[in-house]
């Protein structure tokens, strides 16, 4: 890794306008080959699309406890996560023994039922809340299309030719996730965080901020850059799937979030992942293997059922 102070700035002009991207695609490969981190300008999501998700959830994250409980987080992952439940447990970049200080709710695809034979397959849930669906679902199918054009650009930055890995994000894993962060208090102890250090394990993350700010980046050197909003774009992380399909030559790097504002912080990450069937490993064409292959699936089960109490309680009653 390169030691960094700034995280890099992507013009997507080229691939959402259908030019040659041959430029874009070797900056692409020097922003996640170095930081793992950057931001997206110019990526074709409609801002009213934004302003509506980011509208649906201060006006999800207001109701009464009593409503948000009424779709509290189910074993399929589909839901509302209330303060204190979630723990990153699995993190081997801090101690973390306190929940992440953040509530949410959690959207996946949208199955007609659950196939026992999928895991994490089924319906959503909804609140019983004016519009609140149609712009989770809106900004969700935007978002896919999104992903599936950055997954496309990842293949050509990493110099792979064959296309048959996109097959695997036709009927993609996704997963939105509406934040919510209260101010932490002043004299909140230095190991509470809105959300640990961690990496995420899936292949893509596009996160929409408000402008509060408050997520840092972590350099090879252990320092913490910050990351703050930046107005229209999206910061995208590569996650440990795709750094696992790269063979290691895109990044997966360590972030955080601390909302030392005295403000409310909410954000919207957009997680992008293959189908959860799928194996992972380095894909042909990125050299000699460094990496045994896993079942996607297998590897999420393990990662929510240490992390969140409905799977731990899910997983205990068999």
């Known amino acids: 890794m390169t030691e960094f102070t700034d995280i890099p700035v992507l013009d997507l002009s080229p691939m959402i306008n259908g030019q040659d991207t041959k430029a874009l695609a070797a900056d692409f490969a020097k922003a996640y080959g170095e930081t793992g981190f950057a931001y997206i300008t110019n990526h074709g999501i409609d801002p009213a699309l934004r302003a509506a998700v980011f509208d649906a959830s201060r006006r999800f994250h207001a109701l009464?406890?009593?409503?948000?409980?009424?779709?509290?987080?189910?074993?399929n992952h589909r839901g509302y996560i209330a303060i204190n439940t979630s723990t990153d447990v699995n993190s081997d970049l801090a101690e973390v023994t306190k929940p992440n200080q953040s509530a949410s709710f959690m959207m996946m695809r949208d199955d007609v039922a659950v196939d026992p034979h999928v895991y994490l397959s089924g319906p959503n849930q909804w609140p019983a809340l004016a519009g609140f669906r149609e712009a989770c679902e809106a900004y969700a199918q935007a978002m896919t299309r999104l992903g599936q054009q950055l997954m496309g650009l990842a293949l050509d930055a990493m110099g792979v030719t064959d296309r048959s890995a996109l097959s695997s994000f036709y009927t993609p894993t996704i997963w939105l996730r509406l934040l919510h962060y209260p101010p932490q208090p002043p004299q909140a102890p230095g190991d509470l965080y809105g959300s640990a250090p961690h990496k995420d394990f899936g292949c893509l993350t596009l996160l929409a901020q408000d402008d509060v700010g408050g997520l840092q980046v972590q350099t090879p050197a252990g320092q913490w850059v910050d990351a703050p909003p930046m107005k229209n774009a999206f910061i995208v992380n590569v996650g440990d799937m795709l750094h696992r399909m790269s063979n290691g030559t895109l990044l997966s790097t360590p972030h955080r979030v601390i909302n030392k504002s005295g403000r409310e912080r909410y954000s919207v990450p957009f997680f992008f992942d293959p189908h959860v069937s799928t194996d992972i490993a380095p894909l042909p064409g990125t050299g000699q293997a460094r990496f045994e292959p896993l079942n996607f699936g297998a590897f999420l089960r393990g990662?929510?059922?240490?992390?969140?109490d409905a799977h731990q309680n899910s997983a205990a009653a068999g």
């Open 64 to 75: 009464p406890e009593v409503a948000k409980q009424a779709v509290q987080l189910d074993k």
């Open 303 to 308: 990662e929510l059922e240490a992390s969140y």
